[in-house]
């Protein structure tokens, strides 16, 4: 079959079962069945046989709303890769403006010591081990299969992992961080229904639901975080586009942060807050 119509063939059936990006993801495994990137289809015209097989199967699993980085083991985020599969939250674009954040407050120091708390895959602390060599990363995860997917991801990065809670994690560091990110869950209870099938259905539930109104793991790391940094250090965490306000008034409310400002992402949506501990 030629190529382009492979790729038409995929996009249709993508498309009618609700992907919210077909022509890309059909793009994406055909590249991944055939071993090449997604920007050099076009020098390949035909699709053979046993590749076209393999390339139906995994266009079936996508339209059945498996998540496109579990059908191809990757995911990309920032300037750096890393593993996924069954069992860890799979990186979003979104939380790349979050990572940019730290990244960029982690270089503005000399030797600055971080902490990823609920690192997931590992892919913060990675892009933070990445981007600026400097640091002193640490990271924890308290679920075991995601805490797996993490220790294979951050071989070789330099990265402390730990597996642990991250409400106690790190007592050896207190008073010692200079930045803190973390992207916990925030999901409320209520909101199953509306959580997308790629989610709902294949992260796991401990990265995404927080309490009746998904503020709960918020509110500790409200508490840990200032444990954690020194006087004038800084926190920034993810939450949900309609957690705009709630979560500024968290941290502005147990009186031991400054500078509390909420950021929105490319969509103009309300994306992550920061805040830096009172000195």
Not at 143 to 164: E, F, I, K
Not at 191 to 197: G, K, Y
Request: hydrophobic share 45%.
């Amino acid at each position: 079959m030629r190529t382009r119509d492979a790729l038409a063939a995929g996009s249709a059936r993508l498309g009618r079962a609700g992907v919210a990006s077909p022509d890309h993801d059909a793009a994406e495994i055909l590249a991944h069945v055939l071993g090449t990137e997604r920007s050099r289809l076009a020098l390949v015209d035909e699709v053979g046989a046993a590749e076209l097989a393999a390339y139906d199967a995994l266009v079936a699993r996508r339209a059945a709303r498996e998540p496109l980085q579990h059908l191809t083991g990757t995911a990309w985020f920032r300037h750096v890769s890393v593993e996924v599969g069954p069992g860890v939250f799979t990186p979003r674009p979104e939380t790349e403006l979050l990572a940019g954040w730290a990244v960029e407050a982690a270089s503005s120091l000399d030797a600055p010591v971080v902490v990823d708390l609920c690192t997931g895959s590992g892919v913060i602390a990675k892009s933070l081990a990445d981007e600026v060599p400097t640091a002193t990363v640490h990271a924890v995860e308290a679920d075991p299969p995601a805490h797996a997917w993490a220790a294979r991801n951050l071989a070789g990065t330099g990265v402390d992992l730990r597996q642990g809670d991250f409400a106690t994690a790190f007592d050896d560091l207190l008073d010692r961080v200079d930045v803190v990110v973390c992207n916990p869950p925030y999901v409320p209870l209520e909101a199953w229904e509306s959580v997308a099938p790629e989610a709902r259905d294949h992260d796991p539930h401990l990265a995404l639901f927080s309490g009746a109104d998904g503020l709960d793991a918020i509110r500790v790391l409200a508490v840990r975080a200032a444990d954690l940094l020194r006087p004038g250090g800084v926190v920034g965490v993810e939450h949900a586009d309609v957690q705009g306000e709630s979560v500024p008034a968290i941290f502005s409310a147990t009186g031991r942060w400054t500078e509390v400002r909420d950021h929105a992402d490319l969509t103009g949506r309300a994306r992550y807050t920061t805040a830096r501990l009172a000195r």
